[in-house]
């Protein structure tokens, strides 16, 4: 397992991460805490949760399991804390059922950290996300809508100040370690930079955007401020929600998967993603290569990526995808992939 800097942090995690989004709901408690300790035993040193979890579906009365099932296990294995970086999120707007919805502000961000504290049983989060950006973002299919109107700049901008103060009280009260944003843009990414360069708040370590050979938004303006502001790339979604693994080709929808409780896919679930995806398969099958292990070594192998945030929902999928873990694509591989891209870009 390759270890990357997160940010200018000095903390260092694998270039595999694991994602926790369906322990409490795909995912029982004894396999989710079996999963911790086969992702620790291969090298993983990175897990990554959210307030909000678990989803497939989101409801009332599951919100917030996932960190109470780590926090069980971090319960369980007390020694065993400091072995791992532990990252979760801030949901902030548009998330009815944490304080009601509020946008990111300097009064909701110690009240969430306190409930991930608790739930997640430990004295410290290592990377605090903040999950939306409350101005809203392109992610998640937005883009092809996106208007970047209907906020006030100076507004923006001293939420973002008051933001950073409380972040830096939670720093010095040691409560948490660094800071990353998820699905934000590269204007917001810069101006965050800015006021930290300004004020000596914290400095953004990470941005978590959706990336996969089925989503390649992050690879203009984004992959430059990674490469030249050390803020790499935590991937989510780097299988494209399972569409990698060629399991819903020919129509398929196996029982118990994504599709078959979420049946458009978030918005990816559109007919020129199928001739994508064969693409990749057939690329992989010419080469003797499994599907699964291609789309993450081709994510781990871009310049810009920090870490690549995969799920699996059983204990026999997290052994799959360890098998591949030390994969790397040769330049003949590599060279067909991009002439795939090509021919098919932004399948959705």
């Given at each position: 397992m390759e270890m990357k800097p997160l940010g200018r942090t000095g903390i260092m995690v694998s270039d595999l991460c694991l994602g926790t989004m369906t322990f409490g709901t795909q995912t029982s408690e004894a396999d989710a805490h079996q999963q911790m300790d086969m992702a620790l035993e291969a090298g993983i040193n990175f897990v990554d949760a959210a307030e909000m979890y678990p989803v497939n579906p989101i409801s009332k009365e599951t919100?917030?399991?996932?960190?109470?099932?780590?926090?069980?296990?971090?319960?369980?294995?007390?020694?065993?804390?400091?072995?791992?970086?532990?990252a979760t999120k801030h949901s902030g707007a548009g998330f009815s059922h944490?304080?009601?919805?509020?946008?990111?502000?300097?009064?909701?961000?110690?009240?969430?950290?306190?409930g991930s504290l608790r739930r997640l049983q430990t004295d410290c989060i290592d990377l605090y996300q903040f999950h939306w950006p409350n101005r809203g973002s392109y992610m998640f299919?937005?883009?092809?809508?996106?208007?970047?109107?209907?906020?006030?700049?100076?507004?923006?901008?001293?939420?973002?100040?008051?933001?950073?103060?409380?972040?830096?009280?939670e720093v010095d009260r040691g409560t948490i370690r660094a800071f990353g944003l998820s699905n934000e843009s590269a204007w917001g990414t810069a101006r965050w930079l800015r006021l930290a360069e300004e004020t000596g708040g914290p400095r953004v370590?990470?941005?978590?955007?959706?990336?996969?050979?089925?989503?390649r938004l992050y690879d203009t303006d984004m992959a430059e401020l990674s490469m030249h502001e050390d803020?790499?790339?935590?991937?989510f979604s780097p299988l494209a929600a399972g569409f990698l693994t060629?399991?819903?080709?020919?129509?398929?929808?196996?029982?118990?998967?994504r599709m078959s409780l979420v049946p458009e896919m978030g918005g990816r679930k559109y007919e020129r993603v199928f001739g994508a995806v064969a693409a990749y398969l057939e690329i992989a099958a010419r080469h003797g290569l499994d599907p699964t292990h291609m789309a993450l070594a081709w994510c781990r192998s871009r310049p810009f990526m920090m870490?690549?945030?995969?799920?699996?929902t059983t204990v026999s999928q997290?052994?799959?995808?360890?098998?591949?873990?030390?994969?790397?694509?040769?330049?003949?591989?590599?060279?067909?992939?991009?002439?795939?891209?090509?021919?098919?870009?932004?399948?959705y």
């Open positions: 919100v917030g399991r996932t960190e109470e099932i780590l926090g069980n296990w971090n319960a369980a294995n007390s020694a065993r804390r400091d072995s791992y970086v532990l944490a304080r009601d919805g509020a946008p990111i502000s300097g009064q909701t961000i110690p009240e969430a950290i306190e299919r937005q883009n092809w809508s996106y208007a970047p109107t209907g906020h006030n700049t100076d507004e923006v901008v001293d939420n973002m100040q008051e933001c950073l103060e409380a972040l830096q009280a370590a990470s941005v978590q955007n959706e990336y996969s050979l089925l989503c803020v790499g790339l935590l991937a060629g399991k819903y080709q020919d129509g398929a929808v196996p029982e118990g998967s870490s690549a945030i995969f799920g699996a997290l052994e799959h995808i360890l098998a591949g873990a030390d994969l790397d694509l040769s330049k003949d591989v590599l060279a067909e992939i991009s002439a795939a891209h090509k021919a098919h870009p932004m399948p």
